[in-house]
């Protein structure tokens, strides 16, 4: 089974940016659908973006032009570049795989890893 780990989280002002890293290890996720998602206590989980074992990209509307969703398969690693940070950003941020499924939908990833927080003030 695959483990997911995140990292890079933290506390940054508004307009300021942060990377996140995904390490993934007990299996190879090469053919995997990666994704980020975020929540908020409360809320509903929400998808923020994805990344198909070709290398194409989706993302939800209130982050295009401000993240960037990417994966080096030779280290294990997903990533999420997060630029021009709002206060609304601020939740804990989750990295997800699944073998069949892609998307921003949170029922269709069997991988999960613990969370990182970002807060934006």
């Known amino acids: 089974h695959v483990q997911l780990v995140e990292s890079g989280g933290g506390s940054v002002q508004a307009g300021g940016s942060l990377r996140l890293s995904c390490t993934t290890s007990g299996y190879p996720t090469t053919h995997f659908c990666m994704a980020w998602f975020r929540q908020v206590p409360g809320e509903e989980r929400e998808g923020i973006a994805s990344?198909?074992?070709?290398?194409?990209?989706t993302y939800t509307d209130s982050v295009k032009g401000r993240f960037t969703i990417s994966r080096d398969n030779a280290k294990n690693i997903l990533y999420l570049q997060m630029n021009g940070l709002k206060p609304e950003d601020t939740a804990m941020y989750y990295c997800a795989a699944d073998g069949a499924f892609c998307g921003a939908l949170w029922e269709h990833y069997s991988y999960w890893g613990q969370g990182t927080q970002v807060t934006v003030s």
């Open positions: 990344i198909d074992s070709d290398g194409d990209t």
